[in-house]
């Protein structure tokens, strides 16, 4: 996994739990 595509997903799974609270 790329570097970019990693940190984008973190920032998605980030969105995903703020949005689940």
């Known amino acids: 996994i790329k ?3 990693k940190l984008a997903l ?3 799974l980030k969105l995903l ?3 689940a609270k």
Do not use: L, N, R, W
Request: hydrophobic share 10%; aromatic share 0%; with cysteine.
């Open 3 to 5: 570097e970019e595509t």
């Open 10 to 12: 973190h920032m998605h």
């Open 17 to 19: 739990g703020c949005g």
